[in-house]
T-cell receptor
Framework: QKEVEQNSGPLSVPEGAIASLNCTYSDRGSQSFFWYRQYSGKSPELIMFIYSNGDKEDGRFTAQLNKASQYVSLLIRDSQPSDSATYLCAVLSNSGYALNFGKGTSLLVTP | DTGVSQNPRHKITKRGQNVTFRCDPISEHNRLYWYRQTLGQGPEFLTYFQNEAQLEKSRLLSDRFSAERPKGSFSTLEIQRTEQGDSAMYLC??????????????FGPGTRLTVL
């Protein structure tokens, strides 16, 4: 079982809608979780991190963490065509250094 | 520009040749990481430096790969006797000294390696 799993998509949402991206992880002891956005041909860009159960909001983005169910999600409100990218979920390893990434979910926001 | 920088941005080489990549982290960051990303996959961790000390290496880092950070500032990643399977984007990231539970890592633009 891969440590971090994401649906590869593509996830297609209309402009202005809420995009919901999900991620599950296998190590119950994981403490820190990150969402990165990656445009085609570019490097990952950090959007948010979360380490406590519940919701964390930053502008149009909300990260949600449920450690009991071992999933973390990212909500993007008022989706824009410029949000079209691959969203990578990453979990900090037990060493505290390495990030374990999922394969990413491709998001397409249609005008 | 105060972000992570990497050079070269693109490298095309023939199988069997050696290549070296350079990463300059954000100036106040003492932690530096190397990752590799292939098409359709997330980045995979290769190695980690805290200052000049290499503290963690992935099993992905075969004996053909070597990384250094001699003065605790920039880092180099060398691949000897390149193979076609080495073709990938090589990403460098750095993070604040605080690390710990957060360890927010910021990535450079990457070096895209193509082995012919």
């Amino acid at each position: 079982q891969k440590e971090v799993e994401q649906n590869s998509g593509p996830l297609s949402v209309p402009e202005g809608a809420i995009a919901s991206l999900n991620c599950t992880y296998s190590d119950r002891g994981s403490q820190s979780f990150f969402w990165y956005r990656q445009y085609s041909g570019k490097s990952p860009e950090l959007i948010m991190f979360i380490y406590s159960n519940g919701d964390k909001e930053d502008g149009r983005f909300t990260a949600q963490l449920n450690k009991a169910s071992q999933y973390v999600s990212l909500l993007i409100r008022d989706s824009q065509p410029s949000d079209s990218a691959t969203y990578l979920c990453a979990v900090l390893s037990n060493s505290g250094y390495a990030l374990n990434f999922g394969k990413g979910t491709s998001l397409l926001v249609t005008p | 520009d105060t972000g992570v920088s990497q050079n070269p941005r693109h490298k095309i080489t023939k199988r069997g040749q050696n290549v070296t990549f350079r990463c300059d982290p954000i100036s106040e960051h003492n932690r530096l990481y190397w990752y590799r990303q292939t098409l359709g996959q997330g980045p995979e961790f290769l190695t980690y430096f805290q200052n000049e000390a290499q503290l963690e290496k992935s099993r992905l880092l075969s004996d053909r790969f070597s990384a250094e950070r001699p003065k605790g500032s920039f880092s180099t990643l060398e691949i000897q006797r390149t193979e076609q399977g080495d073709s990938a984007m090589y990403l460098c990231a750095s993070s604040f000294p605080a690390g710990g539970a957060y360890n927010e890592q910021f990535f450079g633009p990457g070096t895209r390696l193509t082995v012919l």
